[in-house]
Nanobody, 124 residues
Framework: QVQLVESGGGLVQAGGSLRLSCAAS????????MGWYRQAPGKQRELVAR???????NVADSVKGRFTISRDNAKNTVYLQMNSLKPEDTAVYYC??????????????????WGQGTQVTVSS
């Protein structure tokens, strides 16, 4: 199974930058994709950015041009570079990992894992 460790959250002034990191560790067959989601108070959790094992990405329109997702395969780590931060970016950011593999007997499985979340607060 997979454990996700997040870091990089904090308090930043509007217009500033932060970089979030999420490292996956444990036992898994294939790390299919990793991504970042966020949830503001009273709001639904929403996709921010996602990157697949084939380097295909999708990024929310609200952060395009400001946020960049990347990964380091050797370290099983995904990053979210956040520039030009706005107060509306304030949320708890959650790392997600999608895994797949095979049980004994060649039975396939798919499983998602979530980090505990890291707070990002952008002041005006």
């Amino acid at each position: 199974q997979v454990q996700l460790v997040e870091s990089g959250g904090g308090l930043v002034q509007a217009g500033g930058s932060l970089r979030l990191s999420c490292a996956a560790s444990g036992s898994f067959g294939s790390l299919t994709a990793m991504g970042w989601y966020r949830q503001a108070p009273g709001k639904q959790r929403e996709l921010v950015a996602r990157i697949t094992s084939g380097d295909s990405t999708n990024v929310a329109d609200s952060v395009k041009g400001r946020f960049t997702i990347s990964r380091d395969n050797a370290k099983n780590t995904v990053y979210l570079q956040m520039n030009s931060l706005k107060p509306e970016d304030t949320a708890v950011y959650y790392c997600n990992a999608e895994t797949s593999g095979y049980y004994y007997g060649d039975s396939p499985y798919e499983h998602d894992y979530w980090g505990q979340g890291t707070q990002v607060t952008v002041s005006s």
